[in-house]
């Protein structure tokens, strides 16, 4: 997460890599192998890291040692996020593959919400279409953030408020309601400086 003053939403490099499991027919081996590994005792980098070494462009080492630093080590002490972590990602594969005989699964969409809680949660939703994950998380401790940008496929909109002029990377804030109109409501497309260097 790039050092926010409030809260942040977004996917990310790390939750960008679930959209392996995208629904297409033919994918329910994935699904089933994955969740297969989930219950067994290998750890989470190991997937992380064998997802790397599968598909290349999909995480890097920084990717890799960032995850194992931060996310499962100093962040969240004590807020059991490997475990979290495990049960929250194999039960959204079980739901996306509860489609009845003959259907593919559907797709799983990962989000992260970070919010000024002390909790760390993981909510799988199943609507009609994809299974929403949701992983929701304290803020963590800040780090030297990458020079390059991540552009969201995220846009926000809101009333205007004071920390809309604080984010370390300029985004294009749209104003939609009228200059006299009260409260001001705006849209920007999420941008953040990239993940960690770990």
Request: include cysteine.
């Amino acid at each position: 997460m790039p050092p926010m003053p409030v809260y942040y939403v977004g996917k990310g490099r790390q939750f960008a890599v679930l959209d392996m499991f995208d629904g297409t027919e033919g994918s329910r081996g994935l699904y089933e192998a994955t969740i297969s590994k989930l219950n067994s005792d290998v750890s989470l980098l190991q997937l992380a890291q064998d997802r790397k070494d599968e598909t290349p462009d999909s995480l890097s080492d920084t990717d890799i040692r960032h995850f194992d630093k931060d996310w499962l080590g100093t962040w969240w002490t004590g807020q059991h996020v490997a475990l979290v972590l495990r049960n929250g990602i194999r039960r959204a594969l079980e739901l996306a593959l509860d489609t009845g005989q003959g259907n593919p699964p559907l797709p799983v969409e990962a989000l992260w919400v970070c919010a000024d809680e002390n909790v760390f949660h993981v909510y799988a939703n199943k609507g009609p279409h994809q299974v929403t994950v949701i992983v929701y998380t304290p803020p963590p401790g800040r780090y030297a953030a990458r020079e390059s940008v991540l552009e969201e496929s995220i846009w926000v909109i809101k009333a205007r408020d004071d920390a809309d002029g604080d984010y370390p990377v300029e985004s294009e804030i749209t104003r939609l309601t009228s200059e006299s109109a009260w409260p001001v409501l705006i849209e920007r497309q999420l941008r953040y400086t990239d993940q960690a260097g770990a």
